[in-house]
């Protein structure tokens, strides 16, 4: 038995002796790949994922790197002690004396120790940054309800508040969103409490919306805050019940909705209500209505409302909006809306599109919500239409595709022979420098003369009519693509898409007068003219 004994142990003995020089080699490769390079390299992320792999054990090798002179050697070592499994209370010291020292990657490593000690210096380090989207708020949604305590302990004082402070707490807050269950009742109770400071309260209540769904539960005590006298507390108390899916936002939006300062204003509202999901159903009766909107857009977004606020007392409505042939955008968020709402009585609408419509990702969709209503699995989307659905770019994705119609979609285009503006005509304008130049653009007959179109980004462009003389005439500063002459009249294409700024519409060129066209906006002829997406 001594003799099985001392063979087992030394067997130990020489694993553990193996496995320390494993490490150990591990630890000199990490030294000889470190480099001063911008991110984490192939070699270096091949390093320490090995490293991980061995856990607590290469811990001790790892901590004293992170005082190592060589920068590039510090960093790595940092960026292998973010994942590693089996840090403890006893590496607490050497992990915070690196984070002080600045060293971004450490914080998920402290919060993988998650004592109180950890918790509190992570939380100190928040307040003390006040930056987001980094490893140390990556570290605080990482100990999760363990940080709600000593975050709310932020909220109860007034000192050291700046708007940089409140993004970063809110943006915490809404990142833990369920894990932040524990703090809903302490910060309801701060919300209500009239005998503290109007901003504290609003902070809360700002932080109810942040924390989402999982404090909706506060909707009918926050709801009684409306009546406040502060606006502060008033505004804070929208935002939270819109944030918070509650069904109480809905009169507060339906009220907005109906009053906008500009049509933009209009569709935010409607999008908002449909972020309500199913808590937005009460606003259905009004959401209707919008189908018949004298704004394109407005229609669109009603058609789209309806399906994710589950409203199903317009299925005649939405069936109706699949005949129209004018606006793409308004049948596949109609076929959506009704396979969202499971109407068996579309299906034969739905087949038709399925089958008929000139756009392909209309027919998918028909297909798709075909396949909703059945109960059947819903096929895959195609490329780019795999993105959220419900985003507000969506659409603009799926209309990519029209860049690429083939002959046969073409061919089922709802439009009248076209002609396009593609005639070179010379115009005479005058420069900068004050003379007069001439210059060819791209142009279409009309009486008198021609129309011609000039898109020059953001230096801006026009619609102009050229007479004999080859004088220009500019009917509108708008940049624009091209002009057609179509069954529906003369069309011109205009917007521009540049950094932040995505515009278009369409006008209606009408001639006015012997030697002029009048251009008129979309949104006053909507039975003509389509918005443009540029």
Not at 49 to 75: C, M, S
Not at 118 to 126: D, K, N
Not at 478 to 496: C, M, R
Request: some cysteine; glycine content about 6%; proline content about 5%.
């Amino acid at each position: 038995m001594r003799w099985f004994v001392s063979i087992a142990s030394a067997v130990v003995f020489a694993g553990s002796a193996a496995f320390a020089s494993d490490a150990a080699k591990l630890v000199q490769r990490l030294k000889a790949v470190a480099k001063p390079d911008v991110g984490i390299t192939k070699k270096e992320r091949e390093v320490a994922e090995q490293l991980q792999a061995l856990g607590a054990k290469a811990v001790p090798l790892l901590l004293p790197l992170l005082a190592d002179k060589n920068t590039a050697i510090r960093e790595l070592a940092s960026y292998t002690l973010r994942d590693i499994d089996g840090l403890t209370e006893e590496h607490l010291d050497a992990l915070i004396d690196s984070a002080r020292h600045g060293d971004g990657w450490i914080p998920p490593a402290i919060a993988r120790v998650g004592t109180p000690r950890a918790v509190a210096f992570l939380v100190e380090e928040l307040v003390r940054t006040r930056e987001t989207e980094n490893q140390l708020t990556w570290a605080i949604e990482m100990l999760g309800k363990k940080a709600v305590p000593l975050l709310l302990e932020v909220f109860r004082s007034e000192d050291g508040w700046d708007d940089a402070l409140e993004r970063t707490m809110y943006e915490v807050f809404r990142s833990l969103g369920a894990k932040a269950a524990d703090a809903v009742d302490p910060l309801v109770t701060l919300a209500c409490d009239e005998a503290a400071p109007d901003p504290m309260r609003a902070r809360a209540i700002l932080t109810l919306g942040a924390i989402g769904s999982a404090a909706q539960r506060t909707a009918p005590r926050l709801s009684k805050l409306q009546d406040s006298t502060s606006p502060v507390i008033r505004e804070a108390n929208w935002s939270a019940l819109i944030d918070t899916h509650s069904a109480e936002a809905v009169p507060i939006l339906t009220t907005w909705l109906q009053n906008p300062p500009d049509r933009d204003a209009a569709k935010y509202h409607m999008r908002t209500i449909g972020t309500l999901g199913s808590q937005g159903i009460d606003a259905g009766s009004l959401v209707v209505r919008y189908l018949h909107d004298l704004d394109w857009d407005m229609r669109v977004e009603a058609a789209h409302t309806l399906g994710r606020i589950g409203y199903k007392n317009a299925p005649n409505e939405l069936v109706e909006c699949l005949a129209r042939a004018d606006d793409w955008r308004l049948v596949f968020r109609a076929a959506e809306a009704l396979g969202r709402l499971k109407i068996k009585e579309a299906i034969p609408s739905l087949t038709d599109i399925s089958t008929a419509h000139w756009y392909l990702p209309v027919r998918e969709a028909a297909l798709r919500a075909i396949s909703a209503i059945n109960g059947e699995a819903v096929p895959e989307q195609n490329e780019p239409s795999k993105a959220d659905t419900d985003d507000p770019f969506y659409l603009e994705s799926v209309g990519q595709n029209l860049d690429s119609l083939d002959e046969k979609e073409v061919a089922r285009l709802p439009l009248s022979a076209m002609r396009v503006a593609d005639r070179a005509v010379r115009v005479r304008t005058q420069g900068e420098d004050g003379l007069a130049h001439v210059e060819k653009l791209r142009g279409i007959p009309v009486d008198g003369g021609h129309l011609v179109a000039a898109d020059r980004g953001e230096w801006g462009g026009y619609i102009g009519f050229v007479g004999a003389d080859q004088n220009l005439h500019v009917l509108t500063e708008e940049n624009t693509q091209s002009i057609y002459k179509t069954g529906d009249g003369t069309l011109a294409v205009t917007g521009l898409a540049h950094l932040s700024f995505n515009s278009g519409f369409v006008y209606q060129i009408r001639q006015a007068a012997a030697d002029s066209g009048s251009p008129r906006n979309g949104a006053h002829c909507p039975a003509l003219l389509v918005p443009h997406d540029c």
